[in-house]
T-cell receptor, first 111, second 114 residues
Framework: TQLLEQSPQFLSIQEGENLTVYCNSS?????LQWYRQEPGEGPVLLVT?????EVKKLKRLTFQFGDARKDSSLHITAAQPGDTGLYLC???????????FGKGTLLTVNP | DTEVTQTPKHLVMGMTNKKSLKCEQH?????MYWYKQKAKKPPELMFV???????INESVPSRFSPECPNSSLLNLHLHALQPEDSALYLC?????????????FGAGSRLTVL
């Protein structure tokens, strides 16, 4: 079983602060996705990274995929209350249809 | 249309009831999924259908019975559930093949078993 270690599990910060969420594994993945889930909703895909060393930006969010395709990070600049939610990394590397999810990072951004 | 629609949004049922959760997508995705999610935890895979055939059953108890009537619809029939089955049930869909691991999720059905 491929495991994804996601950290931190909980993060409570003030509006305007920066933060980074990490997703690490000892396994190599063919692709990795980041999802955000708001209360009462399903997860929504933020980004997919497939190439080692890849960096993708989505407004104030910056995603990196490690050179060896074993780890990824999500950096949020100047966090806003609307960024509050559960952030999930998920990766595929083995069989189709089976995503391995990290345990999630519950982010609260206080006004 | 890039949505996965789930009904009902909330369901309360007793342990002897029979109910169903429904999911619909019109994105042309040929893989559909049921996930179970407890509060503040990641989704756990239950079932996968590929081309309307059951492809994966993650050793789910038989009190959960999935059905895929056609390429756009996915049902989850519930019977004799336990209180510990209370959770958010998420439907998702994806392409097959190389796109199989990028999921579009519905908003979920929040199930409470009394």
């Amino acid at each position: 079983t491929q495991l994804l270690e996601q950290s931190p599990q909980f993060l409570s910060i003030q509006e305007g602060e920066n933060l980074t969420v990490y997703c690490n594994s000892s396994s190599v993945f063919s692709s990795l996705q980041w999802y955000r889930q708001e209360p009462g909703e399903g997860p929504v895909l933020l980004v997919t990274v497939v190439t080692g060393g890849e960096v993708k930006k989505l407004k104030r969010l910056t995603f990196q995929f490690g050179d060896a395709r074993k780890d990824s990070s999500l950096h949020i600049t100047a966090a806003q209350p609307g960024d509050t939610g559960l952030y999930l990394c998920a990766a595929s590397g083995g069989s189709n249809y089976k995503l391995t999810f990290g345990k999630g990072t519950l982010l609260t951004v206080n006004p | 249309d890039t949505e996965v629609t789930q009904t009902p949004k909330h369901l309360v049922m007793g342990m002897t009831n029979k109910k169903s959760l429904k999911c619909e997508q019109h994105m042309g995705h040929r893989a559909m999924y049921w996930y179970k999610q407890k509060a503040k935890k990641p989704p756990e895979l239950m079932f996968v259908y590929s081309y309307e055939k059951l492809s994966i059953n993650e050793s789910v108890p038989s009190r959960f019975s999935p059905e895929c009537p056609n390429s756009s619809l996915l049902n989850l029939h519930l019977h004799a559930l336990q209180p510990e089955d209370s959770a958010l049930y998420l439907c998702a869909s994806s392409q097959v093949g190389s796109g199989a691991n990028v999921l579009t999720f519905g908003a979920g059905s929040r199930l409470t078993v009394l």
